[in-house]
């Protein structure tokens, strides 16, 4: 994983080590790539599918809470959004 990606490319890359269909929940994530939930959060909602300020995300990544805990999920899109970065 490269440093100087942007944070979305970091968890993007993240994401893809978890077993197909499998998630990887935030603490995970989040001591992976040395960064808080609340950072995480934003992030990933500026990554997925919901609309914001009129603009539909992107629909990279999704969240999912499965009892207490909140799992983050690479998307097809997010696959392929991965394997188009030259980082």
Same mark, same amino acid.
């Given at each position: ?8 490319? &970091? ?6 080590? $978890? ?8 603490? @995970?994530?989040?001591? @992976?790539?040395?960064? *808080?939930?609340? %950072?995480?959060? &934003? ?11 009129? %603009? @539909? *995300?992107?629909?990279? $990544? !999704? %969240?999912?809470?499965?009892?207490? &805990?909140?799992? $983050?999920?690479?998307?097809? %899109?997010? @696959?392929?959004?991965?394997? $188009?970065?030259? !980082?």
């Amino acid at each position: 994983m490269h440093d100087d990606a942007p944070l979305s490319t &970091r968890i993007l890359q993240e994401l893809a080590t $978890a077993p197909e269909g499998g998630g990887m929940s935030l603490p @995970r994530l989040g001591k @992976r790539l040395g960064l *808080g939930a609340s %950072v995480l959060m &934003r992030e990933l909602t500026l990554m997925g599918d919901a609309t914001i300020g009129g %603009v @539909r *995300g992107p629909g990279w $990544a !999704r %969240v999912v809470q499965l009892d207490e &805990r909140w799992v $983050a999920y690479i998307t097809p %899109v997010g @696959r392929e959004q991965l394997s $188009a970065d030259p !980082r």
